[in-house]
């Protein structure tokens, strides 16, 4: 077995309300910054032994699509780094 980190980035799909965002943005705004979209999101990192970096992946994944992420309305990215 191997030490992994798993990073699964979770974040609303485009079209989905996010007044988070939308709050952060419009203060940015108020600053002085100029941007043209802001998205929040939610990071998790996940420490896990496995076989190889896809095994972790495939963890990784059945853990977003369970419990972390709602495929209804996120979507989220996974990648998989090996632990020092």
Known sequence: ????????????????????????QRQLERLGFELSDLRSADRFEID?????????AERAEEMAERLLANPTIHDYDVEVAERE
Do not use: I
């Open 48 to 56: 896990l032994d496995a076989e190889s970096a896809e095994d972790a």
């Open 1 to 24: 077995m191997t030490a992994f980190t798993a990073t699964v980035t979770v974040r609303l799909k485009r079209g989905v309300l996010d007044p988070e965002a939308e709050t952060t």
